[in-house]
């Protein structure tokens, strides 16, 4: 992720001209084009934008950012803050489709295989399932300790260019199905369990019977 970062010009320019008369320039760096871009792309590249005051603006795209400010380092911290809950995010749905396919051959298989297998394989979802729900926790809960309102802001504008909501909507649907699994085979492990019991109940009467 590129952050370009002006303090001044030599020549005055409105903070608010860059998202409008140099809309297109702008796009292009953001974009790291050389053609001039249509219409459409200049408006998603510069819609999320935000200013402080008069003389600055923080501009945000998908690859890059766009900061027209002197001393910007807490803009940069949080855009850095929102690159690296994406970079988890990504981390953490490759971590549950990993999970869920384990999960779904156990789930396959149990019909198939013995109590011992049964309890391990419950143990490895429930791992799965504590360990991903734990990190998906300290993701969300990362940057709840922004206090400044413009910072907070500007969080919310980088997570929408980063659609982080919808990451977080995908990951949360993956965890109710991991959920979902884990007591299906919770289930059948009890329903073998209470077979086994109404076998070993119907051998110990045949066999007293068999006695007297």
Not at 95 to 111: F, I, M, N, P, T
Request: glycine share 4%; proline share 1%; hydrophobic share 45%.
């Amino acid at each position: 992720y590129a952050i370009f970062q002006i303090e001044g010009f030599a020549e005055p320019c409105h903070a608010g001209d860059l998202y409008t008369k140099h809309a297109n320039i702008v796009t292009q760096i953001l974009r790291s084009e050389r053609a001039p871009l249509s219409a459409d792309e200049i408006h998603d590249a510069t819609a999320q934008h935000i200013s402080y005051g008069e003389n600055d603006v923080t501009i945000i795209d998908w690859d890059a950012a766009l900061l027209f400010e002197r001393g910007a380092e807490d803009v940069r911290a949080v855009l850095e803050c929102a690159n690296v809950e994406l970079l988890e995010m990504r981390y953490l749905d490759q971590q549950l489709d990993d999970g869920l396919d384990q999960a779904y051959q156990a789930l396959s298989k149990h019909r198939f295989t013995l109590g011992g297998s049964r309890r391990a394989d419950l143990r490895r979802v429930a791992q799965l399932q504590v360990d991903n729900a734990i990190l998906f926790e300290g993701v969300n809960n990362a940057l709840k300790l922004l206090g400044d309102q413009y910072l907070a802001r500007v969080y919310r504008l980088a997570s929408a260019r980063f659609h982080l909501a919808e990451w977080d909507a995908s990951i949360l649907r993956k965890l109710e199905t991991l959920e979902s699994i884990y007591e299906k085979m919770s289930d059948a492990a009890a329903n073998w369990r209470m077979e086994m019991l109404e076998w070993i109940i119907i051998l110990l009467s045949a066999l007293s019977v068999a006695v007297y």
